[in-house]
């Protein structure tokens, strides 16, 4: 709870009585690995080299164990708990040091040599979230150098307890975020396993047993685009307005991510009545990374499509149009899909290859539903996860601005 009597303002405005504004130079001196020269990176190896755009992931490079070795007792390298900075890229990513051997790129990733005689490691880690990285005039950052994150101020309680009994409040609700991400990717690598069987007809549910059929996209569906004279710009593209425009980067999970879209004017939405889009159209990304495919369940409102984005309608009464949904996430699509881009450096999915495409459905429009009722129960079982991962995200975000400041105690 806050208590206003027991606050003090300070530079970084009111805080507790009993806590204090550091500066990162008053912890320690800024360090870094020493540098590897690309000659002396191996594709494979030993020891993990992270580069800033492999920081917190999965390396690209890798250097032998005898440099390890070498560097790491001629110069510096972080302790276990030791929390790595991005002073490049996205400034101020942050990674706790787990003390297994790998190896950091030298002034683009960076640590506090702190022997948390004042701040705790755990502390500090959250402290990084919050913190205001800035020039000395107020500029923003593209760089972080030693002096500006030397002068980096934040608050912090002068009781190592109560630094670490906010630390373990926050890494608590870390953990419950991680476990619902574990969650999420054990049900993605379920409806992996699901749309290989069940899409294939390797798998058939209770009581289906008819031979698949063979189709072609080209005879089964109309596929319409918008035409390249139409000559639709980016700089046409708009913030707000009535009639949506859907691109190849608003596909998402299989959907439409509405909210992001831009949106045309009245006369460019008219112009091609083809591509004006409709209730339980499929829409497919041609451009870019093709292949993407979503449904439209609903649609909120009139829209058409950029020149990335194919529209397919069935017009075979055998295909149920939300099955048809489901063939574009089958492995005859991918296998289709590889067989036109394998070898290519100009990514394209033009017309004349997709009316193309081969594929088997279930003779029966029954059966059809029922594989996307399963498939899409998963989907479900998705969203929810996410949104309950999302929730507590919120959560952790409104936690970090009342435990960072001071304004709720816990001791």
């Known amino acids: 709870m806050t208590d206003t009597q027991h606050m003090k303002m300070s530079s970084l405005g009111l805080i507790p009585n009993d806590w204090e504004v550091l500066s990162l130079g008053e912890l320690g001196e800024v360090k870094m690995c020493k540098r590897v020269m690309k000659s002396q990176t191996l594709a494979k190896g030993d020891i993990p080299f992270f580069k800033i755009g492999t ?45 297994q051997d790998s190896y950091f790129q030298d002034s683009n990733i960076v640590w506090i040599d702190n022997n948390e005689n004042k701040v705790l490691n755990c502390f500090l880690y959250y402290c990084y979230k919050v913190m205001n990285f800035h020039t000395e005039n107020g500029g923003i950052v593209v760089r972080l150098y030693n002096e500006n994150l030397r002068n980096t101020t934040f608050a912090a309680p002068k009781s190592l307890d109560e630094q670490r009994c906010i630390a373990e409040a926050l890494s608590k609700i870390d953990k419950l975020i991680a476990s619902f991400g574990e969650e999420i990717s054990k049900k993605k690598q379920i409806r992996e396993g699901l749309i290989q069987q069940l899409l294939t007809g390797k798998v058939r549910l209770p009581g289906f047993h008819s031979e698949w059929i063979p189709k072609n996209l080209g005879k089964s569906a109309t596929i319409k685009a918008r035409i390249g004279w139409q000559g639709l710009t980016t700089k046409e593209y708009l913030n707000s307005g009535e009639y949506y425009l859907i691109t190849g980067t608003d596909f998402k999970d299989g959907r439409i991510d509405w909210k992001n879209c831009h949106f045309v004017t009245k006369d460019r939405f008219e112009q091609d009545p083809y591509i004006k889009i409709r209730e339980h159209d499929v829409l497919i990304s041609k451009d870019g990374t093709i292949g993407k495919v979503a449904y439209l369940d609903t649609i909120p409102g009139p829209g058409t499509l950029n020149s990335g984005v194919f529209v397919v309608r069935s017009k075979d009464k055998d295909i149920s149009q939300r099955y048809l949904a489901k063939v574009f996430i089958s492995k005859y699509f991918d296998d289709f899909i590889d067989s036109i881009v394998a070898g290519s450096t100009i990514v394209h999915l033009y017309q004349k290859d997709i009316v193309k495409f081969d594929f088997m459905i279930p003779p029966s429009i029954e059966e059809q539903n029922q ?7 998963v989907d479900n079982e998705i969203l929810n996860i996410e949104s309950k991962r999302d929730k507590y995200a919120s959560i952790k975000q409104g936690m970090m601005q009342e435990l960072l400041t001071g304004k709720t105690r816990l001791i």
Request: with cysteine; net charge negative.
């Open 371 to 377: 594989i996307c009722d399963f498939i899409e129960g």
């Open 55 to 99: 920081f917190g992931g999965t390396p690209d490079a890798y250097i032998s164990r005898d440099l390890f070795v070498d560097y790491r007792s001629r110069f510096s390298y972080p302790k276990k708990g030791d929390i790595l900075l991005s002073a490049a890229g996205t400034i101020g990513r942050t990674v706790i040091f787990d003390g």
